[in-house]
């Protein structure tokens, strides 16, 4: 198995799309790598295949090698800096075109959720973060039996469970909470995204999706609550863009003056066969996002929690 030499392995959950799962799990690796750890993500989202475009890396193609595929660098590691290598594997990489569809049956997905976790030749790394599809998909079984099969005993952390506040969100997040109960995988932590919205004008802050409800859900399933994630307009634009926001004039959140003048950008350097990005440059960039510090504290607690 392909995955032999990863210390850890983390699945990001939620039971419904849109709220932020994909989101969650770039930031995750970045805080760890950024922290020192080499990380690597796996994109099993067959159907929307997203980590390409939220590490800016779409063009990047996967090399195949004797032994497998080798993952695309999203940057390499820095160890004067103290930053881990991070790598991703995604079917996005496989399709010809941004907007070609996947219309697979269950037991193609199952075949192909099968091969990204034998034949991808991570080496050795500390963190390995799979991005799941929402709901309790036929990729999330055949995840779930084929990781439980064949990872060493320990090796499988755990699930952290990403949610928005409202009802309907934790409603389907509660079915995320006994799957992972049924399979066996333990649950790290619940996230809860998207909970209140600071205007960058006035630091008035709206619960646009209420509150509290993924901390109510992680009481009564008895599992950690990691924290809460605000909405912030200009984390879209660096997902969208991998462009450094800008923020008004006198933009303080979480402590931080965002509204500095840009910092100086890294070059993007290019290595044949593989993509890869100065680890500076989306160090900076990431810096750059309000978000980094509360992702930072998630990151920690969970490093923390799985020991
Ligand atoms: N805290 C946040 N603040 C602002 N925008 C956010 C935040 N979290 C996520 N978003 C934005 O919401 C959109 C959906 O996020 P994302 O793609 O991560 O969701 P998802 O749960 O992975 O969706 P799906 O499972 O359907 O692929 C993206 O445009 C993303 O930039
Ligand atoms: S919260 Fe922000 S956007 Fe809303 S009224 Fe106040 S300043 Fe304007």
Avoid at 221 to 243: K, W
């Amino acid at each position: 198995m392909s995955l032999g030499n990863i210390k850890h392995i983390l699945l990001v959950l939620s039971g419904k799309g849109g709220v932020g799962k994909s989101s969650v799990t770039t930031q995750l690796a970045l805080s760890l790598s950024l922290a020192g750890y080499s990380v690597g993500v796996l994109d099993v989202d067959l159907t929307g295949p997203s980590m390409p475009r939220m590490f800016n890396i779409e063009d990047a193609k996967v090399t195949q090698a004797p032994g497998g595929w080798l993952p695309v660098t999203v940057h390499p590691a820095n160890p004067d800096a103290g930053i881990g290598q991070l790598r991703c594997m995604s079917l996005g990489f496989l399709l010809r075109g941004r907007g070609d569809a996947v219309v697979w049956r269950g037991p193609k997905k199952t075949a192909m959720v099968r091969q990204f976790l034998s034949d991808v030749l991570w080496g050795e790394m500390d963190f390995l973060l799979i991005d799941t599809p929402p709901g309790t998909s036929d990729e999330h079984i055949s995840l779930a039996e084929t990781l439980l099969k064949d990872a060493s005993p320990g090796q499988v952390a755990g699930a952290v469970v990403v949610t928005t506040p409202q009802a309907v969100a934790t409603a389907d997040v509660r079915k995320e909470l006994n799957f992972c109960a049924k399979t066996g995988i333990s649950v790290v932590g619940v996230v809860e995204n998207m909970v209140g919205f600071v205007c960058p004008n006035c630091a008035e802050c709206t619960n646009i999706f209420g509150k509290g409800g993924g901390e109510i859900m992680a009481d009564d399933f008895h599992v950690r609550f990691l924290g809460g994630v605000p909405i912030d307009p200009q984390f879209v634009m660096l997902v969208e863009t991998g462009r450094r926001p800008t923020y008004p004039e006198g933009t303080v959140i979480n402590g931080q003056d965002f509204s500095q003048p840009q910092q100086e950008q890294n070059r993007q350097t290019e290595a044949p066969g593989e993509k890869t990005r100065d680890a500076g440059l989306l160090a900076n960039k990431y810096l750059d996002c309000s978000l980094e510090p509360i992702f930072r504290k998630i990151t920690q607690d969970i490093v923390t929690a799985i020991g």
